[in-house]
Structures are given as C-alpha cells and as structure tokens.
C-alpha cells in the first residue's frame, strides 16, 4: 500500500534528491501529486497510466496519492515519472521492496512504455551518485559526466520491471567514458590590423577584464571577439564538467566528449532578461551569464538590447554569480565570466562626422542607452577604426593565437600565485597589497579623481588593468605611472560624462 522511491529534481544548475512516496489506498478512485509538484509533475499522472497499461500492468481503481518529499521547494519536470510509477508498482506488491533499496529513478515515461531523457540528466544523477541509477538508455552518455557509482540504462518500463521482479541481468548498453577534448577555435592570425585592439584583447584575457568595444560596421569587433576564447587558458578537467553540467540544467544536448575551450556565448539582442540571468515562473534555469561561466559573454551590437537587459547584469557581474528568488525557492547560480561588448557609434554606424546620417538628438538617444553604472564595470573600453586597404590586402598575418594565450598563461600563474586570484578580482581592500602605486603614480590617479574623470569603482578598476598591464610586461611590484596612465587610456569615455556622475 506505500513504498518511498528515490528520484531527483532540478533548482537551477543543481540537482536536489527527493524521495517519491506512493500510496495506495482505498477511497474514490483518483490520483494526487502533492508536495509542491509543478505543472509537469502533475501531468505525470496521464504519462505513468498509459506507461503502466501500454506495459501489461493494471491501472489500481482506488485512491492514489504521490507526495515529493524533500525540501519546501517547488518540484518540477517529467523526470520523476519512472519513480511514480516503479512506487505504484512497489505499492501493488508486484516489484519487491527489497530490489528498489539501492536504486534511484530518473526518467520520463513515454505513453508506450518507453524510457527518455529529460532536462538536466547529468545534475539530475550527480544529486543520486551514490546509488544504482536507473535512467534512459538514449540518457547513458549524459549521464555519465556525473560519475555515478553505478549506472543503469534501461530501454523500457517492463524491461525494468523484469529486471528487478525476476532478477535478471541489467540489460548491457555500451556507455563511453566522460572525457574531454581539445577543439578547435578561431586564431588571431586571421585578423589584419588593429594593433592597438589586439593589445586590449591580450590585456582583457591577461587579467580577465570587462571589455567594450566601439566602432563602426566592419572595424573587426565580433572578429576579435570571437578569438578571445583562443587566448584563455584551457579549462581544467573539473572546469570542463562543471560547464557540461551548466549546460544540461539548461536542457542542451551534450555528449561525453566535452570541449576544453573556454565557452562561448553570444545572444540575439531580443533575448530577455529570464533568458539572460536565467530563472522562469515556474522552473528556474539557467541563462546566458551561466552558460557563459569560465568563458566569454559577447554582446554584439549591445546597443540594440534593452536597458533593462543590460541593466541586469551589473549584479552578477560584481559578484560573479546569479541569485535568483521566487516565493517557493531560492537559486544561486554560476555567472563568472568575462563580458565583452561591441556597439556601434551611432544607429547608422559611421564614425566620422561628416559620414553619418543621424541627427544628433538620436545619436545622443542611442548611446544612453547603456546606463553611467554599466560602463563604469567595463575596465577596458576602446574605439575601432576601419583597418586601412594595405592592411586588409597586403598586411602580413598577425601573431597567433598559441603565441599570445602563452604569455596570458604567464599572467594568470603570477596572478594566482600573488594573490591566489585573476587581477579582475582582487578585493578593494587588498590593492595596497597587491597592487601598490608609486608615490608618482598616486599623485597622478588623484589627480584624475579631483577632476571628476574617474569614479571610486573607475578608480579600482583601473589600478587592477595596470597591475595586469605591469605583470605583462615583467615590471616590479610597485605600479608606475606609465601603467596607470596606459591603463586609463584603455577606458575611453563612451558616454559623455560617464566619469563625472
């Protein structure tokens, strides 16, 4: 008449086990989801009797009642069907209690009998790894980046059944290791030019800065953008699966050779804000600051996106992970990644003058369209031009990317070693430590700030992008003028009076 199996859910990039309990008892025939279930898990109840039927098993004529034990938040998805119904199963007397003790059951039911996969396979098993995990044959590969203990893929309901009732073998699927792979990414060799903006790349991978970039249509930007994953360094193997499990919380299809480049994300402007930081109404997941995490976010033509878009990102940005609240739930959520921004000068995006074509009231609409406080966490902030006709025909190939992510490398390992971060995130209160000015330098920070030009966070910021500027090029621990002042002509006022709010 009872039985309590054990399943999982999802809350954001996490999985959450949960224990399925069913009863069977007598009253008005009917059927129950309580414990906060969702709109999907109480569709469960149409999937798990046409499974249970299309499988050669009776649908029991009394009343049943499922409550989602675990935890005060709300349960959501279609991966909790097979433990329904293997409770129902359990409950009847018809699977002995005994053969379910060591297992957890994560699948969605189709109304054929058949097991599939659902969102979030690899989350889903890691809350569960210490048990038999009983999943999808089609969900083995995904479900392996979780390392369970054991995992068991089965094809059908009544394969299942016969499995545990008759104590024959598990059925054999070939299931290939989780491992990662070297892929392959865009080099910076292809790019003609532009020397000034190859160094603020270098700069922005070295000590993981915020970077925008400004300049009209065919300057390079989305090209030196997209090659700005090739100068990270490789993700550890730890990196790599925690990516992989980022994106199959978000319910992408992911197989077990994983990539070891950094992400990389680019979104439409028309994206919104839930599909930017993540979240939903009724199942929270995962969005574009997380998929990004441990990689680049790119927005291109960031001018487009809505302000409040944009707006949204100053949090996590700060903090560098995603907190998102409901009334039933609460989700952290990774968002450590490095933001970088391309936009166009003006909406007919020529540069000059005397070449555009819009009058100045748009031009000045168009720009303020990026709130003072998103600019100011952009450390490192530059105006293209088009490349010249020699450069574009007859210029030599740049340096390439290998060459470049080397000395990044090097930044990173002096970096981590002095301070046990990147340069981007050493804390306010240790930048006397870990970034000291000479007393030449101070006096000329100050002076910037006495005349309104930078901001208490343009003030840091700054100091960070010259101590990378100083890792680079091997000079002492004390930060010289010549580092500030090359670090504040990388933060090139975009908005008019961005410095002076």
């Known amino acids: 008449m009872y039985a309590a199996i054990r399943s999982a859910t999802l809350f954001g990039t996490r999985g959450t086990p949960i224990t399925v309990e ?36 009776e649908w029991p004529l009394r009343r049943i009642t499922i409550n989602l034990a675990g935890g005060g938040e709300r349960k959501g998805g279609a991966g909790m069907d097979l433990a329904i119904a293997i409770g129902l199963l359990v409950a009847e007397g018809i699977v002995p209690t005994d053969a379910v003790e060591r297992c957890a059951f994560i ?23 210490a048990f038999d995990v009983v999943v999808a044959a089609s969900a083995a590969a995904e479900s392996m980046l979780a390392r369970p203990s054991r995992l068991r893929p089965v094809s059908s309901l009544a394969e299942l059944v016969d499995v545990l009732v008759n104590a024959t073998p598990w059925p054999t699927v070939a299931v290939p290791n989780a491992h990662v792979v070297v892929d392959a990414v865009a080099d910076m060799a292809d790019v003609r030019g532009q020397s000034s903006a190859r160094l603020a790349l270098e700069v922005a991978a070295s000590g993981f800065h915020h970077m925008l970039m400004m300049g009209p249509p065919g300057a390079g930007k989305s090209m030196l953008a997209r090659r700005l994953p090739g100068l990270l360094p490789r993700l550890t193997e730890d990196e790599a699966f925690t990516c992989a499990m980022v994106r199959s919380a978000a ?80 989700v952290t959520m990774p968002a450590r990644c490095l933001l970088v921004a ?26 303020r369209r990026f709130s003072g406080p998103l600019i100011d966490r952009f450390d490192i902030r530059i105006k293209l031009v088009k490349p010249s006709t020699t450069e574009l025909t007859g210029g030599s190939a740049g340096e390439s990317s290998s060459a470049i992510a080397r000395r990044v490398a090097d930044v990173h390992r002096i970096s981590i070693e002095r301070q046990g971060c990147l340069n981007s995130a050493i804390p306010a209160d240790r930048l006397d430590d870990c970034a000291p000015l000479s007393r030449e330098a101070m006096s000329w920070l100050r002076d910037r700030l006495d005349e309104g030009r930078l901001s208490g966070r343009g003030y840091h910021r700054v100091r960070r992008v010259a101590r990378t500027l100083a890792d680079m090029n091997g000079a002492d621990d004390v ?23």
Request: glycine letters at 12%; proline letters at 8%; a negative charge.
């Open 479 to 501: 930060i010289g003028t010549e580092w500030v002042e090359a670090a504040c002509g990388m933060r090139v006022p975009i908005i008019p009076s961005v410095e002076r709010r």
């Open 107 to 129: 699948a969605e039911l189709g109304l054929d009998g058949s097991l599939r996969p659902t969102s979030g396979m690899a989350p889903l098993v890691d809350a569960v790894s």
């Open 22 to 57: 069913a009863h069977v008892g007598k009253g008005l025939p009917g059927f129950t989801v309580v414990g906060l279930p969702d709109e999907g898990c109480r569709e469960s109840r149409d999937r798990v009797r046409a499974a249970l039927l299309s499988s050669g098993f």
């Open 251 to 330: 319910g992408m299809q992911i197989s077990s050779a994983i990539a070891s480049s950094p992400p990389f994300r680019s979104p439409h402007h028309s994206i919104s804000m839930v599909a930017m930081v993540g979240g939903g109404s009724g199942h929270i997941r995962p969005g574009e600051l997380s998929l990004a995490s441990n990689g680049v976010l790119f927005l291109d033509e960031m001018g487009e996106f809505a302000p409040t878009v944009l707006d949204s990102l100053r949090q996590p940005l700060e903090e560098g992970v995603v907190n998102i609240s409901r009334a039933h739930s609460a």
């Open 342 to 367: 391309a936009t166009n000068p003006c909406p007919c995006g020529e540069a000059s003058p005397l070449g555009c074509t819009c009058q100045t009231s748009i031009r000045q609409r168009y720009v």
